[in-house]
């Protein structure tokens, strides 16, 4: 089996240029198509050694990641969606995007988090907008981020500062 590490390396498709000019972005969409990458990814993710009851995944690569690792680990899966996807009542939080800006929803009521140990799943760590308004929403709900997993960090962008004091894990930090 091709190993995570690898299959990040090999597979990522850069685009310079996108979704604004000096933006380059990180196409991880070769390295999930491909079977033994995402498995190997999957796999890397859910090795985090830290206990917890529920998986959150980011709109939308994120998703695909948090039901894999959730099926791995025997939990269940939250979907963290962006503004407007979610029918109210809502818990919402507003970040800032390298390139813009965004907002995030979970359900108000009907998804009890209070007390819940969550780990927050990612296919980028740029700039940290995204985690840091993904751990503050949950902790708006009452819940527990007790660490971040992303596929790649991009350390040069320092999005870790955005995140201090929650356990951080990088399939591959560049």
């Known amino acids: 089996m091709t ?3 690898d299959a990040v390396n090999r597979l990522t498709r850069w685009v310079d240029d996108f979704p604004i000019e000096g933006v380059r972005f990180a196409d991880l969409t070769p390295v999930l198509a491909d079977q033994d990458g995402f498995a190997s990814i999957v796999e890397a993710l859910a090795a985090a050694d830290i206990e917890f009851d529920l998986v959150a995944g980011l709109d939308a690569r994120g998703f695909l ?3 894999a690792v ?8 939250l979907a963290v969606r962006k503004a407007g996807k979610l029918p109210p009542p809502v818990l919402k939080r507003e970040f800032a995007l390298e ?3 965004a907002a995030f929803e979970i359900p108000a009521s009907q998804v009890d988090l209070q007390g819940k140990r969550i780990l927050i799943v990612d296919d980028v760590l ?4 995204t985690l ?3 751990a503050g929403l949950l902790a708006d709900a009452g819940a527990t981020v007790v660490g971040l997993s ?3 960090e991009l350390t040069f962008l320092g999005g870790r500062d955005r995140v201090p004091g929650l356990p951080l894990s ?5």
């Open 3 to 5: 190993s995570a590490v």
């Open 170 to 174: 990088a399939v591959v930090a560049l």
């Open 150 to 152: 992303v596929i790649l």
């Open 70 to 77: 959730a099926i791995q680990r025997g939990c269940g899966v």
């Open 65 to 67: 990641l948090a039901g």
């Open 132 to 134: 840091a308004a993904a």
């Open 126 to 129: 740029a700039t940290g907008g």
């Open 99 to 101: 390139y813009g800006t």
